[in-house]
């Protein structure tokens, strides 16, 4: 007997290709022997650190030989009087990933389906396979989740229906209405999740009230996280509002501590910060109008965005382009593993560094 790792795991796990993250500042340095790289890969808070998170983090740490709080009582609590829930309606996470994943390992199973949209956010297929469970990737409509496709899509077998809005790596969004239509379509037996993961950045007006909604829906499930417009991508934080007898059922399969105490604590603050949040927001207008008027300027066509990136269609070598862009010390992210070879995902920047991705580009075309 041979020893065969592969053969050990289970079937669903064998053919999984891991999470492709952004390349680490760190190692584009070390790589090519390069300061001051710009990171433009990964959707990240380019304002960095809130300074009330910071403080609030700093008084932390003296707890931190105790277990976490495994319920999240005063996060919950604060989301909780944020968003006009119950807080047994709340599930948190190690980041939105871990409450997305938790909530698949609950409901899914090896029998069942799992729609989501062509060119949508990896994740979901990455927890359908790894379950087992058949992935249906409905085919984009201009870039987009094509909502009749997916209703239409829709068999005894399916389970679960992730819809990301907008969506990375697109930036597509869906409207209110839209949303609303398809949700009263689906059966009751299907759960609709909404990842929300860019919610700030969508104009208020154009914001659904998803949320909401999820008193009159009970399948629907929707997802925030701390990692984008709260700054806190490291520290890992995202929660999910849903039926209270979904949480309860997810709270079983929860790990007790999937939250640590400083990100506990930073979310709960962050969530209080209104001016950090307002300026991320801010900078992001700004910036992605500095993006889209060089793209203009050299009529390179764009995916419009509702997200804190943009998509750019460079053309047949986006991958060769990648790679000379790192030369110049920008990294962005390629998209082929989403069905766009063609495009490169920038994400939005500071304004100094949105110019170092232009002045790279003009430098390169
Ligand atoms: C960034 C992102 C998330 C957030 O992931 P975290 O685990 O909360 O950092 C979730 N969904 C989508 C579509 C995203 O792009």
Request: charged share 20%; hydrophobic share 45%.
């Amino acid at each position: 007997m041979t020893f065969n790792a592969t053969e050990l795991a289970n079937l669903g796990i064998r053919n999984l290709s891991p999470y492709q993250a952004g390349k680490p500042i760190e190692e584009v340095e070390r790589e090519l022997g390069i300061k001051n790289i710009v990171k433009l890969a990964s959707n990240e808070n380019p304002l960095g650190l809130s300074p009330r998170v910071k403080e609030a983090l700093t008084a932390t740490l003296a707890g931190l030989a105790r277990y976490p709080d495994a319920n999240g009582f005063y996060l919950k609590a604060k989301i909780a009087e944020k968003f006009g829930v119950r807080a047994n309606q709340i599930t948190l996470g190690n980041g939105s990933n871990d409450v997305l994943e938790l909530l698949a390992r609950t409901f899914v199973s090896d029998e069942h389906e799992v729609i989501y949209s062509q060119h949508a956010f990896v994740v979901y297929p990455l927890v359908t396979q790894a379950l087992g469970a058949k992935g249906i990737a409905v085919p984009a409509k201009d870039y987009g989740h094509d909502l009749d496709a997916m209703l239409a899509a829709i068999t005894p077998r399916t389970r679960m229906i992730f819809i990301a809005n907008p969506n990375n790596p697109t930036g597509t969004f869906l409207t209110s209405e839209q949303l609303a239509a398809f949700i009263a379509k689906v059966p009751e037996n299907v759960l609709v999740v909404l990842d929300e993961a860019y919610y700030e950045y969508v104009p208020e007006s154009q914001r659904a009230p998803s949320i909401d909604w999820v008193q009159r829906y009970p399948n629907l499930v929707v997802s925030r996280t701390f990692s984008k417009a709260y700054g806190l991508a490291g520290l890992r934080a995202g929660f999910m509002v849903t039926h209270p007898d979904l949480a309860d059922l997810m709270n079983r399969v929860r790990q007790p501590f999937n939250m640590n105490s400083l990100s506990l604590r930073a979310a709960e603050v962050a969530l209080d910060d209104i001016a950090y949040l307002n300026e991320s927001v801010a900078v992001n207008d700004a910036g992605m109008a500095q993006l889209v008027a060089f793209c203009e300027k050299h009529e390179l066509p764009y995916i419009p965005s509702y997200g804190n990136f943009l998509t750019i269609e460079v053309g047949s070598d986006a991958a060769g382009l990648y790679q000379k862009l790192l030369q110049h010390g920008v990294i962005v992210r390629p998209v082929a593993g989403y069905e766009l070879p063609r495009h490169l995902r920038v994400s939005i920047g500071l304004k100094h560094e949105n110019q170092a991705f232009i002045d790279a580009m003009e430098a390169i075309l």
